[in-house]
Each structure stands twice: as structure tokens, then as C-alpha cells.
């Protein structure tokens, strides 16, 4: 089971989203912190990631508010990750987040979801993924976002790819 020591930059942050932590299934444990821990920064040259803190220890994630010219929104990779949480988004939106980098913390492909379609989805679920697209309506939601992370967790679990 992969821990993590998961910071809250504030206190604000942390009673605001750590009741929703879970959401997460329990495969992930964590530690939840208030604070900062140690980081680094990847290319400041590189507009992706100018200003976008990473942690250094592993089996450490970081989640933070600040206003930062990085246009990522979050990382995820060697048992450590960090996630940004934007003034707009929605308590879900900021905890699939969270998800979503933990799970390419432990190897998984999170940002494979239609591309691994026929894998993960049930027969009513590709019959909805096809109606849906058939509406030309998103398909990067927290609908189809959570099922797909639920599915790769499990995987995980299994330790297919996982660790
Ligand atoms: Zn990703």
C-alpha cells in the first residue's frame, strides 16, 4: 500500500479538503500535515512549470493554493507529487486532482483514460462513452475521471504496474 505524507500548505486547505480525502480509496494512505515540505523547482525557463514547488522527500505530496505563472496544474511521478488547487474549482475537482497525480506517483497512466477505454469500461459504460460523445459533450470530467482512476487504483492494488 503506498503512503504518503500529504501537506496542506494551510490550514484553510486542509479543513476544506481533507474530509473529502475519501473520496480516494484506501489503497493510498495518508498522513495528512499542515505546511510545506521540502521542494524544488523544475526548469524556471520552461512556462509549463515557472514557480511550480515539488516535493523533494518521497512518499511525499503537496497540495497548494498559490498563484504561480506555472501553467500546470499538477505533477506526479517517484512516489511524490504536487497539486494546485485554483480559486474556482470545486472541492471534487481539487480532490481528482489529487488523485489523479498520486496515481502517476505510483506508475500508473493516469492521463490514459481514451486511450485505454475499452480497457476500464463496462459495457454500460461504453455505451454511455459513446452517447456521450456522440454530444460532443467533454469526456474530461470528474463523471468519467473518477471512474476510470477507481479502475486504475485497482489495478494497482493487484500490482499490475503498481508498487
Ligand atoms: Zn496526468
Given amino acids: 500500500m503506498p503512503h504518503f505524507d500529504l ?3 494551510t490550514e484553510a ?42 516535493p523533494v522527500p518521497g512518499g511525499t505530496v ?4 498559490d498563484g504561480i505563472p506555472a501553467r ?6 517517484d512516489m511524490r507529487a504536487s497539486v494546485r488547487v485554483l480559486a474556482g474549482d470545486s472541492d471534487e475537482a481539487a480532490i481528482l ?18 486511450r485505454r477505454a475499452a480497457e476500464w469500461q463496462t459495457v454500460s459504460e461504453r455505451i454511455l462513452w459513446g452517447l456521450w460523445q456522440s454530444l460532443a459533450r467533454p469526456v474530461d ?4 475521471h473518477s471512474r476510470f482512476y477507481a479502475w486504475l487504483t485497482e489495478r494497482a492494488g ?3 504496474g503498481g508498487k
Fill in 13 to 54: 486547505l486542509r479543513q476544506r479538503l481533507e474530509p473529502h480525502l475519501r473520496l480516494i480509496p484506501p489503497l493510498f494512505e495518508f498522513t495528512v500535515r499542515t505546511g510545506t515540505p521540502e521542494v524544488r523547482y523544475f526548469d524556471q525557463n520552461d512556462p509549463m512549470w515557472k514557480g511550480f514547488p515539488f
Fill in 141 to 144: 470530467v470528474p463523471f468519467w
Fill in 72 to 77: 500546470a496544474l499538477g505533477g506526479g511521478m
Fill in 97 to 114: 486532482r489529487i488523485w489523479h497525480e498520486v496515481l502517476h506517483a505510483i506508475g500508473q497512466p493516469a492521463d490514459d483514460m481514451t
Fill in 7 to 9: 501537506f496542506f500548505k
Fill in 62 to 65: 503537496y497540495v497548494f493554493d
Fill in 158 to 160: 493487484a500490482g499490475a
